[in-house]
């Protein structure tokens, strides 16, 4: 038995005993949580129960985002040893399974997520983890920083698909967590000038922090109009859009150049229409992102170099006794908020 925040049901949590799964295997370490991030999908499933197929019917451990101290390791790890700092990938794949031998491990069906029913999540003091999706963390890289490592990895995701070439000007669509980690990686991708675009002020004053990213209001005009303007007519190469909302994908196509990328990184709730003919006649490459694969040392490098910083964009901090009041902020959408992160004893 464990301390865990539990998701009973749609809007009921609590800090309580729940009993996990805590068998150390040959080849998996027990980490000490230090920091978990709240993510989009945790307060999804807070207020709403589900995300598409996946329904929330038992009770569930939230988080997936963590950064913690390996404290035992098991018979057949040689790469870690106890009191190594690391961040956790949360996807267990089944790693002998065809999707995975493709080097599409992300997209095995068989693969285990944590927080995505009826996997457990990581809200809890301790958690068994496959080794080889545990990544040290650089000395210089705080736990608070290797916590952001899940979101900013899909992020990287999205720009390695976009094959940015160097001097890329590049627009993102809607200026959250993932739409401001999508500028920064886009920027250390090689994009020369990143246009964000988003209706809140807040949002566009965080954006505007960081050199290369021009923030611009969806309410001053169609973003269309707005990116022809600031490219002299010729259109953005790549379009990143972490909205998630239909109302972006209309008229996406002006947003970009001929021969320009579009990637779908925001999940939309419900189907979306999309013009193909305005794809078609720029003969625009769409892509789309599930999560990520092989990429968190990527991301952990950029943090530690110094080309990506996250700190401005942990905007709240809670400790684990706090978390049901962490959860209910984070349902707050408050402007000025953008991760939230929840401290765990220890
Ligand atoms: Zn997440």
Redesign the pocket.
């Known amino acids: 038995m464990a301390e865990a925040l539990v998701l009973e049901r749609i809007k009921q949590l609590s800090l309580r005993e729940i009993d996990l799964p805590q068998d150390l295997g040959p080849g998996d370490v027990r980490i000490r949580t230090e920091v978990v991030?709240i993510?989009?999908?945790?307060v999804h499933y807070y207020l709403h129960g589900r995300i598409g197929p996946f329904v929330v019917r038992e009770p569930m451990v939230l988080g997936?985002?963590a950064a913690g101290i390996v404290v035992e390791v098991g018979t057949e790890v040689a790469d870690l040893t106890a009191g190594d700092r690391v961040c956790v990938e949360p996807g267990v794949p089944d790693f002998s399974s065809r999707a995975a031998r493709l080097g599409l491990y992300n997209l095995d069906p068989s693969l285990s997520f944590w927080a995505t029913p009826p996997i457990h999540g990581c809200l809890t003091p301790e958690v068994v983890h496959p080794a080889n999706l545990c990544f040290k963390l650089p000395h210089n890289v705080t736990a608070a920083q290797g916590a952001m490592v899940?979101?900013l990895a899909?992020c990287i995701q999205a720009a390695t698909k976009a094959q940015i070439s160097p001097g890329d000007k590049a627009v993102v669509l809607g200026a959250g967590p993932i739409g401001l980690m999508q500028a920064l990686a886009a920027l250390a991708s090689g994009c020369s000038e990143v246009f964000i675009f988003d209706p809140l002020d807040n949002k566009l004053a965080l954006a505007a922090r960081y050199d290369g990213v021009t923030p611009l209001y969806s309410r001053n005009g169609p973003p269309a109009e707005q990116i022809s303007e600031a490219t002299l007519g010729w259109g953005a190469d790549v379009v990143f859009e972490c909205s998630g909302a239909s109302a972006a994908f209309r008229g996406i196509a002006d947003l970009l150049r001929p021969g320009g990328t579009l990637v779908a990184v925001g999940m939309p709730i419900d189907p979306v229409a999309v013009d193909i003919v305005s794809l078609q006649v720029k003969e625009i490459t769409l892509r789309t992102i599930f999560r990520y694969a092989n990429v968190y040392d990527r991301a952990i490098n950029l943090l530690a170099s110094g080309q990506i910083n996250l700190d401005p964009l942990i905007t709240g901090t809670f400790s684990f006794a706090d978390s049901i009041q962490a959860f209910e902020r984070a349902s707050e959408g408050r402007p000025d908020d953008v991760k939230i992160q929840i401290i765990m004893p220890g």
Do not use: I, K, L, M
């Open positions: 991030g993510c989009g999908s945790d997936h985002e899940e979101p899909v």
